[in-house]
């Protein structure tokens, strides 16, 4: 599985324990568009929640 290189970029940010706002503002766009890249990252990954899909990213390599 491949991720886009901001999918990539958000999730290595989840990962360091950042929230939506402070993704947004590293990133210069909106949290709208945090919030929309999360939720196909979500997808993608067949996430429950933020913590899955990050313990799912490391297992695969992803980040």
Do not use: F, P
Not at 16 to 41: F, M, P, W
């Amino acid at each position: 599985m491949t991720l886009t290189a901001r999918q990539t970029e958000v999730l290595a940010l989840i990962a360091d324990g950042h929230g939506n706002a402070a993704i947004a503002r590293q990133l210069s766009c909106s949290e709208h568009t945090v919030k929309n890249v999360i939720y196909e990252l979500m997808a993608r990954l067949q996430a429950r929640n933020r913590a899955h899909a990050v313990a799912h990213a490391v297992r695969d390599g992803l980040i």
